[in-house]
């Protein structure tokens, strides 16, 4: 069945560092997701990519989607204490078909 | 706009013992979900309704696990008897689900932790 990998695991960056975190797919994907979840929360959507080698950006946060549409990276700059949690990528295979979640990257900031 | 409401938020119980978990999604919402979130892993997808059609359970453990959403709107998920690695947060969630769209955002709720003991 589809997989869907996110490397690291685990983050430890000094506040003002940058961050990256990067998905890949087992399967040609449709469209990513972008999910972040706070400790003890909920995820929360943050954005989704459709194109292949689609960026896009949100403030300190830039998204991209690779050209074969197998993997994606969400890049932070400048870390804030505020962008504690962990990030998720979501991939679908198709329309109709079910969102596949990777493991997750933990950020933890030190300030 | 009221968002994905779930009850109860925490549940303990004891190994081969039932549990229910409620959820309503968001309002003229047609897609639920159903996740199964184990501590230090991504969701991962129970089952999905379509209305009140399932669009896919094909991860969900039917021995055990039930789900229905009978009137289209809200949904129940049932687990019996529980296992001990039944322990997670099942979350449910909730998007507009206008057919054939591959770029539904999901909506999720706060989750019911459950503790089997």
């Known amino acids: 069945g589809q997989q869907v990998m996110q490397i690291p695991q685990y983050q430890h960056v000094q506040e003002g560092e940058d961050f990256t975190t990067y998905c890949n797919s087992s399967?040609?994907?449709?469209?990513i997701q972008w999910y972040k979840q706070r400790p003890g929360g909920h995820p929360v959507f943050l954005i989704q990519l459709v194109k292949s080698g689609e960026v896009k950006k949100q403030k300190r946060l830039t998204f991209q989607f690779g050209e074969a549409k197998k993997n994606s990276s969400l890049h932070i700059t400048a870390t804030q204490t505020t962008d504690v949690g962990t990030y998720f990528c979501a991939g679908r295979i198709n329309a109709g078909n079910m969102l596949t979640f990777g493991g997750g990257t933990r950020l933890m900031v030190k300030p | 706009e009221a968002g994905v409401a779930q009850s109860p938020r925490y549940k303990i119980i004891e190994k081969r013992q039932s549990v229910a978990f409620w959820c309503n999604p968001i309002?003229?919402?047609?897609?639920l979900y159903w996740y199964q979130q184990i501590l230090g892993q991504g969701p991962k997808l129970l089952i999905q309704?379509?209305?009140?059609?399932?669009?896919?359970d094909s991860q969900l453990p039917k021995d055990r696990f039930s789900a229905e959403r009978l009137k289209g709107v809200d949904s129940t998920l049932k687990i019996q008897p529980a296992k001990l690695e039944d322990s997670a947060v099942y979350l449910c969630a909730s998007s507009l689900g206008t057919s054939g769209r591959i770029t539904d955002t999901q909506y999720f709720g706060p989750g019911t932790r459950l503790t089997v003991l």
């Open positions: 309704f379509q209305n009140n059609g399932v669009v896919d």
């Open positions: 399967t040609t994907l449709s469209n």
């Open positions: 309002s003229g919402h047609a897609t």
